[in-house]
C-alpha cells in the first residue's frame, strides 16, 4: 500500500521485545490508502506511556529477567552483580542522552537506528552500521528462540527422574534445533500474516509480566524454605546431581552470595568469568531505542522520548537490582548456578513465572524479527547495497516487506545451531555495543560540527558524555570478547569500504561535510600568509577555461602539475548582471563539479560574470580562494589559429550514455550525462568570432605578472594522452624537456634568475606525480662554443651543483646554438622588456628547429616566457613571436615565474 512504506520503517525498528513500537507498526500495515474525500486519522496518537514506556521496558525485561537473574547472582555474586547493573546502565544511559538529543532534533523517519545514524554521519557509515544493527537483531531473535525453547524443555522436557505426565519432549542438541525451528517458523507466520493480532497484546503482555515479577516479590515472603535435587546430563550417560536450597530470607544466605564463585555453566559446560557473564547480562539493556523508533507515531515525540526512555530504564533498573537482592537473599548458589528457571521451583503458583517467560520470550523474538526486517527493507530502499538486498525492498499489497522478513527468518535460523542462549549472548552484546558506540559518535559529530540546524529540546547532553559513551562501549567490547569484538570491527571496516567503492550518493545531508567546514575554516584561519616560507612552496593554480571539451587534456595535466596545492578552473560568462533577471552563473555550478568528478581531478571550481575576459580573470585572480589558500599561478590556453578538437567525442565517459546515468534513484545533483553535454556548447570553427581579441589575451597575461602571479601558456596539449583517471600510465617511456633560458633574448645567459629556477621547480614538480614519477628529465643549456669568452664551460659546472643542491635529477644537455644567434638582431636603443619587435623571422624559425631537433620527441617541454610588451599595439606581434617558436613542437608548456620557490638550506 501507498501509504505503508513509511510507517512500517517508522516503527519497526523496535527493541528486542518492542512489541507496543511492532503494533503501531502492524495497526497502520492494516489500515487502507483513505480516499481523498475521506479525512485521515492522525498517525501521531501515542502518548508518552504506550508510545514509549511500554516498548522500552518489554525490551529491556525480555527474556533475562525471568531466565538469567540467577545465572548472574550466582556466578558474579551480589556485589559484582550490582557492578554489572551500574556498568551496563551507565553505558545505555550515555547513549540514551544521545539518542534523546538526536531524535529531539527533528522526526525519525523509517530505520530507527539506522535512519539516525545514516542521515547524521552519510550512507557510508549509516549503511555499514545498520547492517551491523540488523545482524545484532537477527543474532536477539536468534537467543530469544533458544531462550523460549528452554523454558519449555524445563517445563516439559523429558526427565528421567521425574514421572510427571507433561515431561514428555525429548532432549539433546538436535531436538533443541527442531524446536526452535518450530518457534521460528511461528514467528514467520505471525510476522508474514497475522502480526497486528499480535501487536494488539503488547500492553496485555507488559501487566502478564508485572503480575509474574509481583509474584516473585510475594513468593519471596509467601514461600517457605525447601531443598531441591537438580539433575543434569554429565558426559556419556552420567547423570549428575546437586542438592539446592531455598533458604528464605537469611543473612548467611546473603553472605556467601556477596562474592565471585564462577564456576562451569551447565549448558555450554565452560567456565564462566566476569565477561561472559556481563555479555549476558548486557542483552537485556539492548532495547533502549524503543521508544525513540516511535517517533513518528507519538503526539509530542520532543517530549516523550526523553521522558519516557529515561522513566522505562530508571524503572527496568530498580526491578534488577532489587530482584539481584531478593535472589541473592533467599536462594544458595548452587540453585541460582544449576537451575535457570529456578524462579518457577519457588513460586507460589509456578504457572505465573512459566506464562511470563513464554509471553516475554515469544514477543522478543517475534518483535526482534519484525525489526530486523523494517531495517533491512529501509537498507534496501536507500540501495546501499545493490543487488544482494535489492529483493527485501518487496513488499505485499498491505504493505508488509515479506521478503525481508525471509531473510531475517532464513538468518535466525542460522543462529538457532548454536544451540545454546549462552553461546550467542557475546555476538548479541558486541554488536548491540558497536550500534551504540555509532549513535554516540553521530551526536558527537553534530554537536562537534557546531551546525545552527543541530538544536535538540533535549539538552542533558555534551561532547563529553557522548566520547565517553563512545570509549565505555568500544571498551566493553574488548572486554567481553576481544575476537568478536575485533571481527565485528573488521566487518565493519570492510562494509564501509565496499560502500566507500560503491560511492553512494544522496541527498541527506553529510556530516562530515559539516565537520570539513568547521575544522577548514579553522585551519584557514590558522594558515597565516605571513609566515609562508620558500621551502614549503607548492604550485596554487588557476586555469582559465573558455570550453572544456577542448581543455580536458590541459585540465587533466595540470591536476598532475599541482602537487597537492590549490587548483582552480576558472571561467568567465560574458555578460552584465544589470540586464539580466537572475545571475546566470549560479546554475552553471552543478555543471562543472559534475565535469570536475567525471574527470577525476582534483579541483575546485570558481565562476565570474564580466562584460570581458580581461576584466573577469582579473576578478577571479583577486577574489578566488581564501586566506593563505589563493592562487600564485594563472593557466592559459594558446592563442593561436589551430582548430580545437572535442574532447567529449574522444572519451567513453562522456559519450556512452550508459555510463553516468546511474542506477535508479541515484542522486546526481540534478546533472546526469544528456544534460551535461547539453551543458557546454560545441567546440569553435575556423569561422566562428573569437571571445578574445590578442591585445585582451596579452593584456590578460601582462594583468597577471602586475599582480605578482606567475604565468603558464599550453599548447597541442590535446595532443597528450594518458593523463586521465583510468590510464596506467606511469612515465616510465615519457620524456620532460626543460629550456632555461629566455631563447627570445639569447643575450641573457643567466640560468639562475628566478623565471629559469621557476622552471625548473615546475618540471620537477610534474616529475614528482603519479603518472611522471618515472619520466626522464632533460634540461638542455644554450651555449655559444664560438664565442671568445669560454665562460660557459664554468656555467655548467655551476649549474651542476645548483640541481645537485637542489636535489633535481635530470641529464643536462649542451646544445650549441652559434647558428641560431647570428640570425638574432639587438637593439641596444630599447629595454630588455621591448625588444621583441627586433627579432627576425630567421631567428624565430631557427629557434623552432632547434627545439625540433633536439626536443620532437619528448612528452612535454617547458619554455621560458618571455614578459610581453606594455605597448598595446606590439601583442599581436608578440603572439606571433610565441607561435613559431612553438610551431608543430607537441604538448609545451610557456611559463613566466615571478616567485622564488627553490631553496638549499635544510
Keep these: 500500500m501507498s501509504t505503508e512504506r513509511t510507517p512500517l520503517i517508522t516503527s519497526g525498528v523496535c527493541g528486542l521485545a518492542?512489541?507496543?513500537?511492532?503494533s503501531s507498526v502492524e495497526l497502520d500495515a492494516a489500515a487502507p490508502q483513505s480516499d481523498p474525500g475521506t479525512p485521515s486519522k492522525d498517525p501521531r496518537r501515542l502518548n508518552t506511556f504506550f508510545g514509549v514506556m511500554v516498548p522500552t521496558i518489554l525490551s529491556m525485561f525480555s527474556i533475562v529477567l525471568f531466565l538469567r537473574t540467577g545465572f548472574v547472582v550466582?556466578?558474579?555474586?551480589?556485589l559484582q552483580g550490582l557492578l554489572m547493573v551500574v556498568v551496563a546502565y551507565t553505558i545505555i544511559s550515555l547513549t540514551i542522552l544521545s539518542i534523546c538529543a538526536i531524535s529531539t532534533n527533528g522526526a525519525i523517519q523509517g530505520g530507527g537506528a539506522y535512519y539516525m545514524i545514516s542521515r547524521s554521519l552519510g550512507p557510508e557509515?549509516?549503511?555499514s552500521i545498520g547492517l551491523m544493527f540488523f545482524l545484532a537483531k537477527v543474532f536477539a531473535c536468534g537467543e530469544y528462540v533458544l531462550g523460549l525453547v528452554e523454558a519449555i524443555l524445563d517445563v516439559f522436557g523429558s526427565d528421567p527422574d521425574s514421572s510427571e505426565a507433561v515431561r514428555v519432549l525429548p532432549q539433546g542438541y538436535w531436538y533443541t534445533v527442531l524446536y526452535s525451528s518450530v518457534v521460528l517458523l511461528l514467528c514467520l507466520f505471525v510476522c508474514l500474516v497475522g502480526s497486528k493480532i499480535y501487536s494488539r497484546t503488547a500492553f496485555a503482555i507488559l501487566l502478564l509480566v508485572t503480575v509474574s515479577l509481583l509474584s516473585i516479590f510475594i513468593s519471596s515472603v509467601a514461600v517457605k524454605p525447601r531443598d531441591f535435587v537438580i539433575t543434569h546430563k554429565g558426559t556419556g550417560n552420567q547423570t549428575l546431581r546437586y542438592n539446592a536450597s531455598y533458604t528464605g530470607f537469611s543473612a548467611t544466605t546473603l553472605r556467601n552470595n556477596l562474592g565471585s564463585g564462577y564456576s562451569l555453566d551447565y549448558s555450554t559446560n565452560s567456565v564462566m568469568n566476569f565477561a561472559t557473564v556481563f555479555a549476558i547480562m548486557f542483552t537485556s539493556c539492548t532495547g533502549i531505542m524503543a521508544g525513540a523508533n516511535m517517533s513518528g507515531e507519538l503526539k509530542t515525540p520532543s517530549v516523550s522520548i526523553p521522558k519516557g526512555?529515561?522513566?522505562a530504564v530508571f524503572y527496568t533498573f530498580t526491578v534488577y537490582v532489587l530482584l539481584f537482592i531478593l535472589v541473592s537473599a533467599t536462594c544458595d548458589r548452587t540453585l541460582l548456578i544449576q537451575d535457570y528457571g529456578f524462579l518457577q521451583r519457588i513460586n507460589i503458583w509456578p504457572p505465573f513465572v512459566t506464562a511470563g517467560i513464554f509471553c516475554a520470550s515469544l514477543s522478543a523474538a517475534m518483535c526482534s524479527m519484525i525489526g530486523a526486517s523494517r531495517i533491512l527493507h529501509a537498507l534496501a530502499l536507500d540501495s546501499l547495497f545493490g543487488l544482494p538486498l535489492a529483493p527485501a525492498a518487496i513488499i505485499s499489497n498491505s504493505g508488509n516487506p515479506w521478503v525481508s522478513v525471509l531473510y531475517t527468518w532464513g538468518l535466525a535460523q542460522c543462529v538457532v545451531f548454536a544451540g545454546q542462549l549462552n553461546a550467542v549472548a557475546s555476538v548479541v552484546t558486541v554488536f548491540y555495543l558497536l550500534a551504540f558506540a555509532a549513535v554516540d559518535l553521530a551526536c558527537l559529530a553534530?554537536?562537534?560540527a557546531s551546525a545552527p540546524n543541530f538544536r535538540p529540546t533535549f539538552q542533558l547532553f555534551s561532547w563529553h558524555t557522548c566520547l565517553l559513551g563512545i570509549l565505555s562501549c568500544l571498551v566493553m567490547m574488548f572486554v567481553i570478547n576481544p575476537v568478536y569484538s575485533s571481527g565485528s570491527i573488521v566487518l565493519l571496516l570492510l562494509l564501509l569500504l565496499f560502500l566507500h567503492y560503491r560511492s553512494p550518493t544522496s541527498s541527506w545531508g553529510y556530516i562530515s561535510?559539516?565537520?570539513?567546514?568547521?575544522?577548514?575554516?579553522?585551519?584557514?584561519?590558522?594558515?597565516d600568509v605571513r609566515k609562508d616560507h620558500v621551502k614549503f612552496w607548492r604550485p596554487q593554480m588557476l586555469l582559465m577555461v573558455a570550453n572544456p571539451r577542448s581543455s580536458c587534456q590541459l585540465i587533466l595535466f595540470i591536476n598532475q602539475l599541482k602537487k597537492g596545492g590549490l587548483y582552480v578552473l576558472g571561467h568567465v560568462q560574458l555578460g552584465d548582471l544589470d540586464s539580466l533577471p537572475s545571475d546566470p552563473v549560479q546554475q552553471q555550478y552543478n555543471f562543472w563539479l559534475s565535469l570536475v568528478d567525471k574527470l577525476g581531478v582534483k579541483a575546485f571550481v570558481d565562476l565570474t560574470l564580466s562584460p570581458s575576459v580581461r576584466q573577469g580573470t582579473q576578478h577571479l585572480l583577486r577574489i578566488t580562494g581564501l586566506g593563505g589558500m589563493k592562487p600564485n599561478t594563472l593557466i592559459l590556453g594558446f592563442y593561436d589559429s589551430c582548430t580545437p578538437e572535442d574532447f567529449f567525442l574522444q572519451d567513453s565517459a562522456f559519450c556512452d550514455s550508459s555510463i553516468g546515468q546511474g542506477s535508479e534513484g541515484e542522486y546526481n545533483f540534478g546533472v546526469d550525462l544528456p544534460s551535461l553535454q547539453a551543458h557546454f556548447p560545441p567546440v569553435r570553427h575556423v569561422e566562428s568570432p573569437r571571445w578574445l581579441s590578442p591585445e585582451e589575451y596579452v593584456g590578460i597575461i601582462s594583468d597577471a605578472i602586475k599582480m605578482n602571479k606567475n604565468v603558464c601558456l599550453g599548447r597541442y596539449f590535446f595532443q597528450l594522452e594518458g593523463e586521465d583517471k583510468d590510464s596506467k600510465e606511469d612515465g616510465s617511456e615519457r620524456t620532460i624537456d626543460v629550456w632555461p633560458l629566455n631563447l627570445l633574448q639569447p643575450g641573457s645567459r643567466d640560468y639562475?634568475?628566478?623565471?629559469?629556477l621557476f622552471l625548473l621547480q615546475m618540471a620537477c614538480v610534474l616529475n614528482m606525480s603519479n603518472k611522471w614519477r618515472h619520466a626522464r628529465m632533460r634540461i638542455f643549456l644554450n651555449v655559444e662554443t664560438e664565442s671568445s669568452d669560454q665562460g660557459w664551460v664554468v656555467n655548467e659546472e655551476t649549474f651542476r651543483e645548483l640541481l645537485k643542491k637542489l636535489r633535481i635529477r635530470a641529464s643536462i644537455k649542451i646544445v650549441p646554438w652559434d647558428s641560431v644567434v647570428q640570425h638574432h638582431v639587438q637593439q641596444d636603443v630599447k629595454p630588455p622588456a621591448e625588444q621583441t619587435h627586433a627579432l627576425s623571422e630567421d631567428f624565430l624559425s631557427a629557434v623552432n628547429s632547434m627545439l625540433m631537433e633536439h626536443s620532437s620527441q619528448a612528452t612535454v617541454r617547458f619554455l621560458y616566457l618571455p614578459q610581453p610588451t606594455a605597448q598595446r599595439s606590439q601583442a599581436q606581434q608578440?603572439?606571433?613571436?610565441l607561435e613559431a617558436v612553438t610551431n608543430s613542437l607537441g604538448p609545451t608548456l610557456l611559463i613566466h615565474g615571478l616567485t622564488p620557490v627553490t631553496y638549499t638550506d635544510l
Excluded: N, P
Excluded at 561535510?513 to 594558515?527: E, G, N, P
Design 18 to 22: 518492542v512489541t507496543a513500537a511492532c
Design 878 to 881: 608578440y603572439l606571433a613571436q
Design 74 to 78: 550466582g556466578h558474579a555474586g551480589l
Design 309 to 311: 526512555t529515561i522513566v
Design 125 to 127: 557509515f549509516g549503511g
Design 752 to 756: 639562475e634568475d628566478v623565471c629559469s
Design 513 to 527: 561535510q559539516a565537520l570539513i567546514f568547521h575544522q577548514v575554516r579553522k585551519y584557514l584561519l590558522m594558515l
Design 446 to 448: 553534530l554537536e562537534w
